[in-house]
């Protein structure tokens, strides 16, 4: 599985979009990029994930490079529930479950 | 809430004893999988097991067992405890089809062991 580095933390204002990058330059064609977020120490929560194309839901964006090398997790009007640790992870969908989350990005929204 | 169902939320022990945790997927998840969170090596994986038969291992002791029963839920065991089995433990599940559509993983609430 390809290995992920993300900033240990970022601090974003309340009401404003926050921009979360994570590098996977040894991505391989078939593997999808997941990101979760995990609140406190509460079970880390699924957000969003892609293959090459760029994905929205309710949660977030995700936009991926054209040569996947990198994405970047977008929460459109960051709130002050959203400060939380960010987890990227790259994975073939069959071992979706093969994952060590690594540090992760601390996200702190200040109002 | 998840679905994921995990108990018991807290649980203390001494060292050398063995405790056992459970976990309930989500209705209809086939796949579980078991994490291990402690403050100095984050979330690690565990194991997997799909439909009652174990799929994947990751960095699990062998003094820590699991298995997934018929009605699919499943127990992690844990024995000849030591102080740095303190950690929480957590337990997901998934569908467990691994559709090319990508598979999403739901976490349960945990369950924080503490060994004196």
């Known amino acids: 599985d390809a290995k992920t580095t993300q900033p240990p933390s970022m601090d974003c204002a309340e009401g404003r979009a926050a921009n979360l990058p994570c590098n996977h330059s040894?991505?391989?064609?078939?593997?999808?990029v997941y990101w979760y977020r995990q609140i406190h120490s509460q079970g880390p929560q699924y957000i969003i994930h892609g293959l090459k194309n760029n994905e929205t839901n309710e949660m977030a964006s995700l936009i991926i490079t054209e040569d996947r090398k990198s994405s970047t997790l977008i929460l459109p009007h960051a709130t002050l529930r959203d400060t939380a640790v960010y987890y990227c992870?790259?994975?073939?969908?069959?071992?979706?479950?093969?994952?060590?989350f690594g540090d992760g990005t601390t996200l702190t929204v200040k109002p | 809430d998840s679905g994921v169902t995990q108990t018991p939320k807290h649980l203390i022990t001494a060292t050398g004893q063995r405790v056992t945790l459970r976990c309930s997927p989500r209705s209809g998840d086939l796949s579980v999988y078991w994490y291990q969170q402690s403050l100095d090596q984050g979330l690690q994986f565990l194991i997997q097991y799909y439909n009652g038969e174990e799929r994947a291992k990751g960095n699990i002791l062998e003094r820590f067992s699991a298995q997934q029963f018929p009605d699919l839920h499943s127990e992690l065991n844990l024995s000849s405890l030591e102080l740095g089995d303190s950690a929480l433990y957590f337990c997901?599940?998934?569908?467990?089809?691994?559709?090319?559509?990508?598979?999403?993983?739901?976490f349960g609430s945990g369950t924080q062991l503490s060994v004196l």
């Open positions: 992870i790259v994975r073939l969908h069959t071992n979706a479950g093969k994952s060590t």
């Open positions: 997901a599940s998934s569908v467990g089809t691994g559709g090319s559509s990508g598979e999403k993983l739901f």
């Open positions: 040894t991505i391989s064609g078939n593997e999808y």
